[in-house]
């Protein structure tokens, strides 16, 4: 894949993401629970923000020439989420398609307005360092699947979740 053609996908899909966070609209909404059994728009933004710093800082030490492994026990996957703030999303050990509840228990005392802020700037970062990046390095690196999987798919993840309520709460209310 050429790289200009995943930065428009990306763009792409992330236009998307926002224009549904757009349309759910006010404060209230965003932070009541049930959107995906206990959690919220602002539990889900928050996941998807600790996928994004997670690439994000992937995509920093590739740049840098530094490099990572994924963990490998149970103990190092932990130390890695105490050292980070966020999990190992690229760990064996770890289920990734699910929000992780350390990180919703993390954000759940920040502000939406905080959250989004930071989203938006982790979001911005990773745009910047993928633009930094050669080809051969994104091939190399597998960039395109990873950054996928960190950024769009829990778009997509996330949108499926907020549609399927919007959808629950609008039968409701008639």
Known sequence: MEKSIFFERLQHERDKFENLLNRVGFSRQLTMKGVSGNLSIKDLLADVLSRE???????SEITNGDSYAPSTSFTSLENFQKRNGYPDYESN???KDKPNHMVVYKFKNIGMDDIVEQELATY??????FQQLTHNQCLDHDLFHRIAEHTYKPYRRTSAEINR?????????K
């Open 124 to 129: 911005l970062s990773i745009l910047d360092l």
């Open 93 to 95: 050990l770890l289920e």
């Open 53 to 59: 710093q997670f690439i994000a800082d992937r995509l």
């Open 165 to 173: 309520w919007l959808k629950k709460i609008a039968s409701e209310s």
